[in-house]
């Protein structure tokens, strides 16, 4: 039986407005304050943050998707694939195999770790998160990376989801904290009119405009605005990211 499930975080080891050379929560990790708001452990990516900007999870990768799967039984806490993949150890920890074409069809198996492969047929180790359905060489897997791993500034295409709002300018390759819901300060790109949902800017990365045409109606919305906002200015915008 999976072990892994837990609540919120109840003690938190890293401080908000830190950062950190070292992991002290599982990434993704969930914390509230007694106002409201929520945040999520991340790991930043290769640029440090910036506060009040939005940040997503990393690129999404194709060469790690609709891999052919090994036979695995009920109850065995690997997945394996004959396909050849090119990851550095442990790129995958912490994030998930999803079965994309039965047997097993719509599984979602948490990844414990793994060494690093060059070209290689892959063996993901699962966290304590057993196989409940048998998987054969018909079986299909994608490989998807923690959505809290290397995040990057968002950018202004589609490419991968907003996952936070930097609170802290955390350092390239260290650990913090994301805003994900409540009242959080947000660099606004085009006049922001209060209560209006915003969505990620379609021509300024790490920032948020308002709905305005059907074109953004079609992008993500990361939340509402709490007040009126300037262009190029910060205001609070009540966010929606959980």
Request: charged fraction near 15%.
């Amino acid at each position: 039986m999976s072990n892994f499930l837990s609540g919120p975080v109840q003690v938190v080891a890293q401080t908000l407005h830190s950062s950190s050379a070292d992991q002290m929560h599982k990434l993704g990790e969930l914390v509230f304050a007694n106002d409201g708001r929520a945040f999520r452990y991340s790991l930043a990516g290769a640029t440090a943050y910036v506060a009040g900007n939005t940040y997503t999870s990393q690129d999404e990768d194709t060469d790690t998707q609709n891999l052919t799967a090994v036979a695995a039984a009920i109850g065995d806490l690997t997945i394996a694939s004959t396909s050849t993949v090119t990851v550095t150890a442990n790129e995958y920890a912490e994030g998930f195999i999803l079965i994309a074409v039965t047997p097993g069809i719509g599984r979602n198996y948490k990844i414990k770790g793994h060494i690093a492969y060059t070209t290689a047929a892959p063996t993901f180790n699962l966290d304590n998160d057993p196989v409940v359905v048998a998987l054969t060489t018909g079986s299909r897997l994608d490989a998807l990376a923690n959505p809290f791993r290397s995040t990057v500034v968002a950018g202004t295409s589609t490419v991968c989801p907003v996952v936070g709002v930097a609170v802290h300018a955390v350092v390239a390759a260290e650990y913090g904290w994301l805003q994900v819901l409540g009242t959080a300060v947000v660099e606004a790109e085009g006049t922001v009119t209060v209560g209006l949902p915003v969505v990620r800017s379609e021509t300024d990365a790490g920032t948020v405009e308002e709905i305005a045409d059907a074109a953004n109606e079609l992008r993500q919305v990361v939340g509402a605005a709490q007040t009126g906002i300037a262009d190029g200015e910060f205001g609070a915008v009540k966010l929606s990211l959980l």
